[in-house]
């Protein structure tokens, strides 16, 4: 590039700065703050979403016929402020017109959900991941893409057909998979524990769904499930949290003042494999001492005679945590010792993350999330006990959201499509709700 090519790539970038915000740009990014405003706040008054959102009481007036119009918002119950005059209506998220669908891709399980804009869950299903056996593999187990694609396609039929079926129009599906994701070329770079290596998935699904599909978006499942653990932590004033889900592998989601950081080429997260020792096991990954080595789920099943059911990777994953609950609470001393030595090694691989990026609050999520009464007090006390300093601490709480927080993550990413541009959002037949008088 001359140096000419890039003052007026310059110049250009700034006249494009200068230029005056377009009438249909500015009404569609009004559009876009109060959906968002209520679907954050949830509902109010007219009168209320002018005062919080600086939009004059006309332009609410305008821009809610319009979000109504496309099924967006409905008008709710009335907002009473004392009892002298008129009260407003509320104006809320509407559930039954627009939805969003994720699912993840699980060692164990495929998970799909589908949500509408109110939050709800409309639709879930959990199926057990397909694999071939194959003694060679890690665990014996073989997921050939093309199997497993299959699995999920159908999965994702069911979902849109329910969907149709109740009149939701899909925004969008977002896949949660393991493992660094490869955002321009939707495909998955590695995921050890899949035996996968650029797994083009965006594609294969698209051709599996055929022409009419919806977009479909690919993030890492941990990223996914520390997205959906926002809401929750962000009612309390929390804005910077990291989601650990521990599976088979371990993976985080950092969440850094309310923004998901995918690092610079999609990385950010693989703690499973942070080196916290040398002489260590042999990891997946083909290093040794990783982390995931010291606190993955298979180190709790080790401990378990070689025939135990919870040892069979036939069990689906809840019933694998149920029967080594159910060995819990006999007293099973192996597991007893195992869960004292897992919170040691966990505030290991915790401590150096806290160390590192301070956050406010760690989620325990996936097996960890299963066992939060036994490993959330001890794993709290132990980073209490390693404090530089009182304003340094962090909250440790489990996971509400089980096994499926990734596709719940999903289904919430693929509607911000809608909160970002509610235009996309089709008319509703017969144009403004029944429901919402001018
Ligand atoms: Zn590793």
Sequence with gaps: MTPSDSSSREAGRASRRAAPMGHAA?????L?????????????????????????????????????????????QVERRGTVGRPGTEVRIAPRHVAGVGIELNVDYLAVCLRDLAGQARFTSSVPMPYTLDASAVDGRRYPPDLVLDRVAEQLREALEVASLEGLWVAGITIASPGPIDYDGAAVRFASNLGWTGVPLGDELAARLGPQHPVLGLENDAKLSALAEVPRL???????????????????????????VRGWSGFSGEVGHIGLDPAGDRCRCGRRG???????????????????????????????????RVLLEADDPRLHSRFTTLVDDLVRGIGVLADVLNPQAIVLGGYFGYFADQLVGPVQSALDARLLASDGR??????EL???????????????????DPLLAPLVDGGAEPSLRP
Aim: glycine share 12%.
């Design 26 to 30: 500015m009404r569609s990014a009004n």
């Design 32 to 76: 876009s703050l109060l959906l968002r405003h209520l679907h954050t706040r949830g509902g109010r008054s007219r009168a209320t979403l002018s005062q919080e959102t600086g939009l004059s009481k006309a332009a609410v007036t305008s821009l809610v016929s319009d979000l109504a119009e496309r099924g967006l918002v409905q008008e709710g």
């Design 234 to 260: 962000a009612r309390r004033g929390i804005k910077d949290l990291i989601y650990l889900t521990g599976d088979m592998g371990v993976g985080a989601g950092i969440i850094v003042e309310g923004r998901l």
């Design 290 to 324: 990783c982390w995931e080595t010291m606190v993955g789920f298979d180190t709790v099943l080790a401990v378990l005679d070689e025939d135990d059911p919870a040892r069979s990777g036939r069990l689906p994953m809840l019933e694998r945590l149920e029967r080594i």
């Design 394 to 399: 962090v909250e440790v709480s489990g996971s």
């Design 402 to 420: 089980g096994l499926e927080a990734a596709a719940a993550g999903g289904a919430a990413v693929a509607l911000e499509r809608v909160l970002a």
